[in-house]
């Protein structure tokens, strides 16, 4: 069995949880709890091969405290709600994950969440703002998880 590791991160209420669900194709309620520590979901990425993708709560400081489970991912995911002041919180988070995996074969991803409000950054926007590719996603819609699945397969891919 061949397993990787995903780490998901982004400030308190962007959407982390909620991205986990869909991608593990539960039934997202809408409602917002805070995650307690971290959330881990395991999804089957192929017949031998699974991704545990670790969701962390807390604020962005906290990431600090959580170093040693985010070391050794094989992708990080960064969340960002594409509202202008949190693409820019996100980008601090993304220069800290980068120097955090600078000796590691880790691939950093955006995803630029919450499209359906207005007013939302456009992905490319975020992409060029954050220098890292940036999809994106409004993750309370459950016809999203094929995309969002294959975008996770292919990033576990290009490893
Ligand atoms: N409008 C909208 N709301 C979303 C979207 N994604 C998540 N939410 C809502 O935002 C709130 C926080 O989501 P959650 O996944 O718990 O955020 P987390 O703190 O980053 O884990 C919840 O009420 C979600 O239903 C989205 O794409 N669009
Ligand atoms: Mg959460």
Redesign the pocket.
């Known amino acids: 069995m061949n397993t990787s590791k995903c780490a998901i991160l982004?400030?308190?209420?962007?959407?982390?949880?909620?991205?986990?669900?869909l991608l593990e194709g539960k039934d997202?309620?809408?409602?917002?709890?805070?995650?307690q520590g971290f959330d881990r979901g395991a999804i089957k990425m192929g017949k031998n091969s699974t991704a545990v993708c670790w969701?962390f709560?807390g604020q962005a400081a906290f990431y600090e405290f959580w170093k040693q489970y985010i070391l050794g991912s094989d992708v990080i995911v960064v969340?960002t709600?594409s509202t202008p002041v949190n693409v820019l919180q996100t980008k601090q988070l993304i220069e800290w994950a980068k120097r955090l995996t600078e000796d590691d074969d880790c691939n950093i991803i955006a995803v630029a969440?919450?499209?359906?409000?207005p007013g939302a950054m456009s992905a490319e926007r975020v992409a060029n703002l954050l220098g890292v590719p940036a999809y994106p996603?409004?993750?309370?819609?459950p016809d999203n998880q094929e995309k969002m699945y294959a975008i996770l397969k292919q990033c576990l891919k290009r490893k």
Do not use: S
């Open positions: 982004g400030a308190p209420a962007v959407g982390k949880t909620t991205l986990l669900k997202i309620t809408g409602q917002y709890i805070p995650t969701d709560g969340v709600d969440n919450k499209q359906d409000i996603l409004v993750a309370t819609d």
